[in-house]
């Protein structure tokens, strides 16, 4: 016997559709900063636009998934498509490693040889290219509890670090001359990124490996269910996340009387629902007897083989 509670929290933010406006921010200025980096001759900015570009792709990527993530289940996926979101995140994860590497290789060897730079039109440049990460920021911070936009969230953030370090080396460079603070700085916020994407990866393997979400503890979940009036004991809890969203649990659990169960069940729901957040719950009712029963058999037959 089995009993299942679904529910859809339907004020969530749309990930699909800040996903799908910081594509168009991100490509669209990823087209202006490689004809700024043309007129201008500055590597920095043409590198630059070839990750905006990179990015871009990253973020429909993600916005895909998230667009996915919405079909409903179906007989071959009776969970539905939730998790492409989780693996979307993880190929973005993967990609910032790539890029991470590449702007590195990039920066050490504009070290030995910096190029001339127009410090003028990179610094103007630069500054358009703050100003739309900033708005594609704040469009993909109102989803951030998403792991899917978290990474999207990943990519402009580095994106944003990158027009900084730009409009830095473009004023530098206008006002002084000295070539190398661009790749230094590059190499700065590399470091930064890394450790976000390091951090960030951590997260995405643990719901790929059925973790416990972060902000849950098993031990106090199984404790405050074995406390509802009717209740004897709880076993064979598990909780994890299909996605950044929605949280699952399944547990067994002992009743002191079987015809008890429905309103049992009501209270269990309730609790994890306004406690704990958990909607999305499965449970197993046990009357004691059976317990008792398997336990006493187990027992024989330990005997036995004694």
Not at 216 to 227: F, K
Request: proline share 3%; glycine share 10%.
């Amino acid at each position: 016997m089995q009993d299942q509670a679904h529910c859809h929290d339907y004020h969530r933010v749309d990930s699909r559709r800040i996903l799908t406006l910081a594509v168009g921010l991100t490509l669209g200025y990823a087209i202006v900063e490689a004809v700024g980096g043309w007129l201008s001759g500055s590597l920095a900015l043409l590198s630059d636009a070839g990750h905006m570009l990179t990015d871009s792709t990253a973020l429909g990527l993600a916005a895909i998934a998230a667009w996915m993530a919405r079909h409903p289940p179906s007989h071959r996926h009776s969970y539905g498509l939730g998790r492409l979101e989780t693996l979307a995140a993880l190929f973005n994860v993967l990609l910032m490693v790539i890029l991470v590497i590449a702007i590195s290789a990039a920066a050490l060897e504009r070290l030995r040889a910096p190029p001339p730079v127009r410090g003028g039109v990179v610094t103007w440049v630069a500054f358009l290219g703050l100003l739309v990460n900033i708005a594609a920021a704040w469009l993909l911070m109102g989803g951030r509890d998403n792991l899917n936009v978290r990474a999207a969230l990943l990519h402009v953030f580095g994106d944003l670090l990158g027009s900084i370090a730009a409009l830095v080396s473009g004023v530098v460079i206008l006002y002084t001359g000295w070539r190398p603070i661009d790749p230094l700085l590059s190499l700065v916020i590399v470091v930064l990124i890394l450790v976000s994407t390091l951090r960030l990866l951590r997260e995405v393997l643990h719901t790929l490996l059925e973790g416990v979400p972060k902000h849950l503890n098993l031990q106090e979940v199984g404790r405050a269910m074995a406390g509802v009036e009717g209740v004897l004991s709880v076993h064979d809890l598990h909780i994890w996340s299909l996605t950044g969203e929605t949280t699952v649990l399944s547990a067994h659990v002992v009743l002191q009387r079987i015809d008890g169960w429905r309103a049992v069940l009501g209270q269990l729901q309730e609790l994890l629902a306004e406690r704990f957040g958990i909607a999305h719950v499965t449970l197993q009712p046990e009357p004691v007897e059976i317990i008792v029963r398997i336990g006493s058999k187990g027992e024989e037959d330990r005997r036995g083989r004694i």
